[in-house]
């Protein structure tokens, strides 16, 4: 019994157990999606079988050095119809054959098809660590833009609040009198308009979390809630980092990059193996054969008696081959400038998207300092003509212009905020490898 406890809370400790946990109900923080991801992503998965598959064509080209040995043997059976009474007209027969062979040499194209095959398992794990990296980048963009959504809906509901009150007020005013039936229509156009307005930001943040869960392979059934986020204002005036520093840490590590450097250094392997082909080919072969028949007395003895052996050893000589070689040589080699080209087209792109990064971020910090600036000021006159409406002293123009301003200044600060954040964590994963939120 105790065995049996024992072994039933090592299977629940272990990490694998853990390894597929939805986090609680206070939310999932950037870390928590991020390690679901790389756990159950279907791609990711998906290129880890690749690479398997990759090892095990690495393992059959290291098999190459090894000789190849296979046992052979036919059984046949002869019936001669018209043979004499007293003889036997059946006859059995076999024949059997351990047959060996061994490449010598092959223009050294084992060892450079072993080197370009290790390589290759390299371009794999590449491949699994530049979309991990990706996941990062791409869940950063879907989880910021929830917190978006999430303070757009804050917004527009303290907004819609206001427009109620406003609302309630100028009914109030127009039963007593005080304004008129246009004023008030005005006013309750407002109110819907600011109704609507929530309902589309409350869509808006479905459809970002519905995002979010199909990057992370949810399913439709499972909740799903994001942990929520203070932002300062230290977070998004952060320092910048010189973009040039940016750019050489990023060509340092960003496995993209390696890749292709990578696939120039298989090319010249291949160009090698095609070269190969103009040499000697070597081959080594011996066998051991023997055979028996039904009228030939004992079993053993006939095998004994009938054993030979034989060795070989060929040497094929390429002298005509219809260009296969040269061909071989000419499409190797430009596989090896477009795997440059590759590179250089990705340098290329790298340059730009970090340029862009720092433009974007220096403009979203420049904005969020206007439109906070511009938050207070359209707070303030807010403020002082709902003063002036509530005590029936203002026209409903300049109260409902006060009212879209203030509104339209908080949204420009929020997508300024939310922004700059993006584009400053952007530029930290370049230069790290590494996000933080």
């Not at 246009?182 to 943040?205: G, N």
């Amino acid at each position: 019994m105790n065995t049996v406890i024992r072994i039933v809370l090592m299977v629940c400790f272990t990490p694998a157990a853990f390894a597929n946990t939805i986090p609680d109900a206070a939310g999932w923080t950037y870390k928590q999606c991020v390690d679901y991801a790389l756990n159950n992503n279907i791609s990711l998965r998906k290129l880890r079988l690749d690479k398997e598959t990759d090892n095990a064509t690495l393992y059959e080209s290291k098999a190459q050095w090894h000789p190849s040995l296979n046992f052979a043997t036919t059984q046949g059976f002869t019936n001669y119809a018209r043979q004499q009474e007293d003889t036997n007209r059946n006859i059995y027969a076999g024949s059997y054959g351990l047959n060996a062979s061994w490449t010598v040499f092959n223009g050294n194209a084992r060892r450079n098809q072993i080197k370009a095959d290790e390589l290759q398992l390299e371009v794999s794990q590449l491949g699994i660590d530049d979309c991990e990296y990706t996941f990062q980048t791409e869940i950063l963009t879907r989880y910021l833009n929830i917190l978006y959504y999430q303070e757009s809906v804050g917004i527009a509901q303290r907004n819609l609040e206001v427009s109620e009150y406003q609302k309630e007020r100028a009914e109030a005013l127009m039963e007593s009198g005080k304004m008129s039936r246009v004023d008030y229509s005005q006013i309750e156009s407002q109110y819907h308009s600011d109704k609507y307005s929530l309902t589309s930001a409350e869509s808006s943040l479905a459809s970002s979390t519905i995002e979010l869960k199909t990057l992370l392979e949810l399913g439709i059934d499972a909740d799903f809630d994001i942990a929520p986020a203070d932002f300062t204002d230290n977070d998004i005036t952060y320092p910048l980092p010189d973009k040039a520093d940016v750019y050489a840490d990023a060509c340092a590590w960003m496995p993209s990059l390696q890749q292709y450097r990578a696939t120039g250094q298989i090319s010249d392997y291949n160009i090698a193996i095609a070269k190969g082909g103009y040499y000697p080919q070597i081959s080594l072969n011996a066998s051991v054969a023997t055979a028996n028949n039904s009228g030939g007395g004992n079993f053993g003895t006939q095998l004994l008696d009938r054993m030979n052996e034989q060795i070989s050893l060929s040497v094929n000589i390429p002298i005509l081959d219809n260009r296969r070689n040269k061909t071989a040589v000419t499409k190797a080699k430009i596989e090896k400038l477009n795997a440059e080209l590759d590179l250089e087209s990705a340098l290329t792109t790298l340059s730009q998207t970090i340029e862009n990064i720092y433009i974007d971020a220096v403009n979203a910090q420049a904005n969020y300092e206007s439109c906070t600036e511009q938050v207070k000021s359209a707070k303030l006159s807010d403020e002082l003509v709902n003063e002036q409406f509530r005590l029936g002293m203002i026209n409903t123009l300049d109260l409902l212009n006060a009212h879209n301003t203030l509104y339209a200044a908080q949204l420009q600060q929020l997508q300024a905020k939310y922004m700059a954040i993006l584009n400053i964590k952007l530029l930290e994963f370049y230069q790290t490898s590494n996000i933080t939120l």
